[in-house]
């Protein structure tokens, strides 16, 4: 079993519509959660953080944490074109120097 | 951006020669990173440095070799390379390491063709 599973997609979403991405975790001591953004050919930019249980919004972002079924998600608002990207989702152990990534998922927002 | 450059951004080799990448920040950061980034493996971590001259194994470090002789250099080396080691490397830094609230930022990536 990988440590930290993503949905390989495509993902496709309409512009205008949410775009969700699931992200699911087995290590039951993960404490931090990030979430990157990578366009094709680029490097992973940092989009949001969580360590807390809920939702923490940022602009058109939100991640949402739930350690209990040991998931964290992202939601998209208004999908936009340039949202089309693949999204990385990483853990981290509480006092561990390392992050452990998923393997992605592609989103294509269709205009 | 953070600021982390790597060198060179884009390099063929043939089989079982040196090859030596570079990553520079210029953000003190305590904290380096090398991963590589493969097709339907994500980003896998190589060395990581905690400090001048403190390194230690990632997941896949076989066949490479990390030296940090200033903070704000972190040189990954493949001693001889090979077809399987043709990739995209990442440079990441990390102020404190320790991921609570703290990130790591990544470097715009080398790369790496193996002939």
């Known amino acids: 079993q990988k440590e930290v599973e993503q949905n390989s997609g495509p993902l496709s979403v309409p512009e205008g519509a949410i775009a969700s991405l699931n992200c699911t975790y087995s290590?039951?001591?993960?404490?931090?959660f990030f979430w990157y953004r990578q366009y094709s050919g680029k490097s992973p930019e940092l989009i949001m953080s969580?360590?807390?249980?809920g939702d923490k919004e940022d602009g058109r972002f939100t991640a949402q944490l739930n350690k209990a079924s040991q998931y964290v998600s992202l939601l998209i608002r208004d999908s936009q074109p340039s949202d089309s990207a693949t999204y990385l989702c990483?853990?981290?152990?509480?006092?561990?120097?390392?992050?452990?990534f998923g393997t992605g998922t592609r989103l294509t927002i269709i205009p | 951006d953070a600021g982390i450059t790597q060198s060179p951004r884009h390099k063929v080799t043939e089989t079982g020669t040196p090859v030596t990448l570079r990553c520079h920040q210029t953000?003190?950061?305590?904290?380096m990173y090398w991963y590589r980034q493969d097709p339907g493996h994500g980003l896998r971590l190589i060395h990581y440095?905690?400090?001048?001259?403190?390194?230690d194994k990632g997941e896949v470090s076989d066949g490479y070799s990390v030296s940090r002789s200033k903070t704000e250099d972190f040189l990954l080396t493949l001693e001889s390379a090979t077809s399987s080691q043709t990739s995209v490397y990442f440079c990441?830094?990390?102020?404190?390491?320790?991921?609570?609230?703290?990130?790591?930022?990544f470097g715009p990536g080398t790369r790496l063709t193996v002939l």
């Open positions: 969580i360590y807390s249980n």
């Open positions: 990441a830094i990390s102020e404190s390491g320790t991921g609570t609230t703290d990130t790591q930022y």
């Open positions: 290590d039951r001591g993960s404490q931090s």
């Open positions: 440095s905690y400090g001048v001259k403190d390194t």
């Open positions: 990483a853990v981290n152990h509480f006092g561990n120097e390392k992050l452990t």
């Open positions: 953000e003190n950061h305590r904290y």
